[in-house]
């Protein structure tokens, strides 16, 4: 009930701008070897909202996804999730003990591959979306969250104009639903689907936040020297 809401909310009150910085007629530009807070990777995160930026083309929609799966903080996420899942006794219901931990982290691994492959490269493909996350970058606090949280539900297009996040919010749904193929089938109801679903939604919201306010370190050595 609440996500129709704020969605509503994200486009009937507006960020400060509602243009992103792409410039389509900028040569192809390779995703950069950052990172956000030392863990996650930054070639996500378009850090300087004044300074324009080519349009990502579709390999590189796909090469995000499979350089977050291939990315340490990959193995770091995957065992964040299965331990919360774990203590909270939140997810599919594997019993407890080393094994049922072990479960937890396969099936959180095969969740956020899939999350990834969708939201970042096959459906901002077909919608003709950027899934990377433009940073407001200034401003009061509140009005800086509002972003983060609105850039859940309003994304850009590739050419740089306001357009519904697809890649969220259907591939949120796809992966979840995709997920009940190898979780337990006492997990596979619908109130545990849009209870996971829901909790994509937070995750990348949280995500957005540390993207927002969390320094981009400098790009690795191997990449400066190119």
Same mark, same amino acid.
């Given at each position: 009930m609440w996500l129709p809401i704020l969605c509503v909310?994200?486009?009937v009150f507006p960020a400060a701008f509602? $243009?992103? /910085?792409?410039?389509?007629?900028?040569?192809e530009a390779p995703l950069p070897h950052s990172r956000v807070l030392f863990?996650?990777?930054?070639?996500?995160?378009? $850090?300087? /909202?004044?300074?324009p930026v080519a349009t990502l083309r579709v390999p590189q929609k796909f090469e995000m996804a499979w350089r977050k799966v291939l990315d340490p903080s990959f193995?770091?996420?995957s065992a964040m999730f299965a331990g919360f899942d774990q203590l909270a006794g939140y997810g599919p219901r594997y019993g407890s003990g080393p094994g049922s931990f072990a479960q937890r982290f396969g099936y959180n691994a095969g969740n956020l591959a899939s999350t990834f492959f969708f939201t970042d490269g096959v459906l901002p493909t077909l919608f003709h979306q950027d899934p990377r996350y433009f940073r407001k970058g200034e401003g009061p606090f509140a009005s800086r969250v509002w972003w983060a949280l609105r850039s859940e539900f309003?994304?850009?297009?590739?050419?740089?104009t306001q357009m519904p996040n697809y890649a969220n919010m259907i591939g949120f749904g796809m992966s979840t639903a995709l997920s009940n193929a190898y979780s337990p089938a006492s997990s596979n109801n619908?109130?545990?689907?849009?209870?996971?679903?829901?909790?994509?939604?937070?995750f990348s919201f949280a995500?957005?936040?540390?993207?927002?306010?969390?320094g981009i370190s400098k790009p690795e050595k191997h990449q400066r020297e190119r």
């Open positions: 909310f994200a486009f509602a $243009q992103a /910085p792409i410039e389509p007629s900028l040569p863990l996650f990777p930054g070639f996500e995160t378009v $850090q300087d /909202p004044n300074i193995l770091v996420e309003v994304a850009f297009s590739d050419q740089g619908f109130d545990s689907t849009m209870e996971r679903y829901g909790i994509k939604i937070g995500l957005n936040v540390m993207r927002e306010f969390g």
